[in-house]
């Protein structure tokens, strides 16, 4: 049976079992490959995306979940790969191998969109799902922290 | 800003160079002794008449560039095209890059026999002299074009980015400009000028190289575009994942596939040599179809092994003296050191299996053709042509039947070397006669985990009654890489020694008399080459023992290193420079101490302190900073080291006090992150980076720091505690071994 929600403020409808996780939905149904799999046991973070503006480990969340719900993956952040967080990511160049950096960088903004202002300590508590095998950490903090500055 | 495009280099003509509507394309040949090609080899689908393109200036002054390295993080993709960039003096902003075809007598890597692979920190200091040379001779042609054009000589000629000038008329003509009207005219020469190093650009010329240049990969990794082989998709597509045998080497011996077949969307079961594979029309449904599997396996002797118990073999034999093993280097004479030695400091060090912990999953798409002669494949892979010739040989066709498309790395570090993946793709791709995309699940990586060997070492040290070290051994114990990732030829042919394993275990220091030795065990585990690969432990075990010979004499560990590298200068300036920005010798707060190691890996000079306190109840360790002085000769990127040795340091970090992969009855104990922890973002310690540039060939980052990280730990537990720390991972129950808490 169809399952119909919307991704990145479009429309979705897809036939996939409820129990399916929204990661394969986003993933293979989709064709929105940015959002990551790392784990499958919602350990890494690397499958990030934003429902109703929560970040959520997609590959925890049977697609039945989403149905009449909003998503929001990596594709669907800003319009010309502009958010705050992307420039800073950018300025600063993060990413290494970059596998995991939809996932840091929706883990981030769901940060940012509740809280203007983040300590350090409230950045590394919120980041601290996110495994980035590279060793990223200290750019990914340096770039949330220069993001919330220029207003996230 | 430069772009990555794809595959867009065609057969191009045996003359040096190609000239059509699409510009200038200099398909540069090369001396002879270059076209010695890998052992493995098939059949050559590169015919002479087929050869590469290093360069390609389109009318419009666009560069494209053919850049053979694998893109993992590293940066040494942009890298690569900077220095090639540099040396034709091209504008930078005009340049993108494209992966050349699998032209290993091309494009290969001279330091790994002209292979197409991409390991050891070897992009930069493999091609570093090849490709200056090759753009060297597009600069060259480009400036006799326009000497011709103007009928002046070549020697009044000189070049700015992408435009040649003569100054005394005061001329200008764009490299697009001279591709434009070499279109169809003779101009060019029929073969490539031989440019001599000599004439190649110095380091005081260079305007790209040594400048932070924005990576070219990055745009892409900000917004989800940036295409990895997971993220194919290709029509008819269907999805397959494997069940893999337990323990190393066993075989599916009975499949029942009753439950699995039921799940909906299940398409096929198909037993493979080591594995079984479930394919499906949806990921969701293969993986699902693998949980239903019920497999016995053929059992194999590594069925009985366990590591805890092969640790203690490991050391016995490491302590087994007439056991001389296969001799590495052999220096003096150390027999007689040791027995006119006044004091012997003999010490076991240790370290676990490793798991790569790539993060993204090992994955490979492929799709076979009717006649099960030829096959495209999907895939993003450290070794290239060693991928592509081993589907010729798996499919028992020429390589040219074989189309590899490369994709962005998910994570190296050594994992994606090897050509395991094809024995269970490809297969299955022929029985589907569709594209399969097959992923391995985490817990499957996990399992299947081609670890860092575990080892034993025993080393011992010589002194004379003025506390001078005389004598040096030591006794490197462990599985061999090089048999099990290649073969036992291949170790046979290397003299029985494993370079990977042993990789490291030379030093600087002016000893006189030396002996390091490689004892193999055979356990039939799968172990491969892990960031730093050998150096990873054996720095460990060479810093941690010069740290307790320094302070068995109540020496300064720093001074003690200076006085034994007094002949290497760059070794000093680096030890010199950490020292001196860590407040080395100044008193810390008592909570904290500082340790210090050097080494030189991957041909790069470094030397690093470490901050570390413990808490004594639970264990656990925590390092607050880490000082780090480089010297890798020149310095390509400044950002792009500084990012590397970042990541070296909390890899390292991670490797120290974490990581470990427990055997039991031959399989793996772990399974994800929950039970294989990696180093998170609330561990990550202070970096405080200095880069030493010297006017030396530029030599490798990507796993130059890696090292350095253990030792610094051990070193600075044992000024905490009073107690060495010998084993690898510095994990909170060892220390609460050793602190005896």
């Known amino acids: ?107 981030a903004a769901a940060l940012l969109a509740a809280n203007k202002n983040p300590s350090r300590d409230d950045i590394v ?28 | 800003m430069g772009k990555i495009e794809r595959n867009t280099n065609g057969t191009l003509s045996r003359r040096g160079f190609l000239q059509s509507s699409a510009g200038l394309t200099f398909a540069l040949t090369l001396p002879t002794a270059l076209f010695a090609r890998p052992a493995a080899a098939l059949a050559d689908n590169a015919t002479a008449a087929a050869v590469g393109a290093w360069v390609t200036i389109s009318p419009d002054g666009a560069v494209v560039l053919a850049i053979p390295v694998a893109e993992m993080g590293q940066g040494s993709s942009t890298g690569l095209a900077m220095v090639l960039a540099e040396e034709m003096d091209a504008d930078w902003s005009r340049v993108s890059i494209t992966y050349p075809p699998v032209k290993p007598e091309i494009f290969g890597n001279p330091i790994f026999g002209n292979m197409m692979v991409t390991y050891g920190s070897g992009s930069i200091r493999g091609y570093w002299d090849k490709v200056r040379l090759q753009a060297a001779a597009v600069r060259n042609v480009l400036m006799q074009a326009a000497a011709d054009r103007w009928q002046v000589p070549l020697g009044e000629l000189h070049t700015e980015p992408s435009l040649v000038v003569h100054a005394a008329s005061n001329r200008s003509m764009s490299y697009g400009e001279i591709a434009g009207f070499a279109q169809g005219s003779t101009i060019m020469p029929a073969a490539m000028p031989v440019i001599d190093k000599s004439a ?29 082989a997971i993220d194919v998709q290709v029509p008819n597509i269907v999805y397959a994942t494997v069940l893999r045998t337990p323990v190393e080497g066993g075989t599916p011996e009975h499949v029942d596939d009753a439950a699995a077949l039921k799940v909906p969307g299940v398409l096929k079961v198909v037993p493979l040599k080591n594995s079984v594979g479930v394919v499906a029309e949806t990921i969701e449904a293969a993986f699902k179809g693998r949980s239903a599997l019920n497999v016995s396996w053929s059992s194999v002797p590594t069925d009985s092994f366990d590591s805890a118990a092969g640790m203690k073999e490991f050391l016995a034999h490491a302590a087994k003296l007439d056991d001389k093993g296969v001799s590495y280097v052999a220096k003096g004479n150390v027999d007689d050191a040791f027995a006119k030695a006044a004091k012997v400091m003999t010490a076991q060090y240790s370290s676990e299996y490793v798991y790569h912990a790539q993060m993204e999953p090992m994955n490979v798409t492929a799709s076979v053709g009717p006649g099960g002669d030829s096959a495209e494949i999907w895939i993003g892979t450290q070794g290239v042509s060693p991928n592509a010739f081993a589907a010729a040989a798996m499919l028992k066709t020429t390589p040219d039947k074989i189309k590899l498309n490369q994709f962005y790395l998910g994570g190296g570090y050594g994992r994606r070397s090897p050509a395991d993946m094809l024995p269970e793709v490809l297969p ?19 399992k299947s985990a081609q670890m860092r060997p575990m080892t034993g070492h025993q080393v011992e040290a010589a002194l004379d009654a003025d506390g001078k070290v005389t004598g040096w051994r030591h006794r490197v114990v462990g599985e061999s890489v090089v048999a099990y990732r290649g073969t036992e030829k291949a170790l046979e042919n290397n003299k029985g020694l494993d370079n990977i394993v042993l990789e490291g275990s ?51 560990p720093v001074a003690f290193r200076l006085e034994l590298l007094k002949d290497e200068p760059r070794a000093q300036a680096v030890i010199k420079a950490v020292a001196d920005k860590s407040g080395w010798g100044k008193a810390s707060a008592a909570v904290h101490a500082l340790g210090f190691s050097y080494a030189k890996v991957v041909e790069t000079y470094v030397a690093a302190v470490g901050e570390i306190s413990l808490d004594t109840k639970t264990g656990i360790v925590r390092a607050h900073r880490f000082w780090l002085a480089l010297d890798p000769g020149i310095v390509l990127n400044p950002d792009s080291v500084l990012a590397q040795t970042e990541g070296n340091v909390i890899f390292g970090l991670s490797q120290t006090l974490k990581e470990q992969v427990s055997i039991s009855g031959g399989q793996v104990q772990q399974n994800n992150f929950y039970d294989y922890p990696v180093l998170r973002m609330s561990e990550m310690p ?56």
């Not at chain 1, 508590?125 to 996230?152: F, S, W």
């Open chain 1, 1 to 107: 049976m169809a399952i119909t929600f919307t991704v990145n403020n479009k429309p979705a409808s897809v036939d996939a079992g409820p129990e399916t996780p929204l990661l394969w939905v986003v993933r293979e149904h989709l064709k929105l490959t940015g959002t990551k799999y790392g784990c499958g046991a919602g350990m890494c973070g690397a499958c990030t995306v934003h429902l109703d503006g929560k970040a959520v480990r997609s590959c925890q969340i049977p697609v039945a979940m989403v149905a009449g719900k909003s998503v929001t993956t990596i594709e669907g952040l800003s319009a010309n790969s502009d958010h705050p967080l992307q420039k800073a990511w950018l300025d600063l160049q993060v990413p290494q191998c970059g596998y995991c950096q939809s996932g840091q960088i929706m883990q």
């Open chain 1, 125 to 152: 508590r919120h980041m601290d799902g996110n495994i980035c095998r590279c060793g990223t950490y200290p750019r990914i903090l340096r770039a949330v922290e220069r993001a919330a500055k220029q207003g996230a």
């Open chain 2, 200 to 228: 190649l650009k110095k380091m005081a010329d260079y305007r790209i190289l040594g400048k932070n240049t924005p990576r070219l990969d990055i745009p892409g990794k900000i917004d989800g575009s940036a295409l990895y």
């Open chain 2, 428 to 446: 299955l791709a022929k029985a589907m006669q569709r594209p399969v995309k097959l992923i391995w699940t985490r817990e499957q990586d996990v």
């Open chain 2, 506 to 556: 030379k030093h600087e220091y002016g000893i006189a008399n030396q002996s390091i030795a490689y004892l193999r065990e055979q356990r039939g585990i799968a172990v491969a080459a892990w960031r730093g690969i050998g150096a990873g432990y054996n720095k460990f075990v060479i810093e941690s023992f010069i740290d307790e010979i320094a302070n068995a004499q109540n020496k300064d």
């Open chain 2, 686 to 741: 202070e970096i405080d980076i200095q880069l030493m540039p010297t006017d030396n060939p530029a030599k490798g980052i990507g796993e130059a720091s890696l090292p350095l990280i253990a030792p610094c730990v051990g070193n600075a537990l044992f000024k905490l505690t009073g107690k060495r720390f010998r084993a690898l991972p510095i994990s909170p129950e060892r220390v609460k071994a050793v602190t005896g808490v």
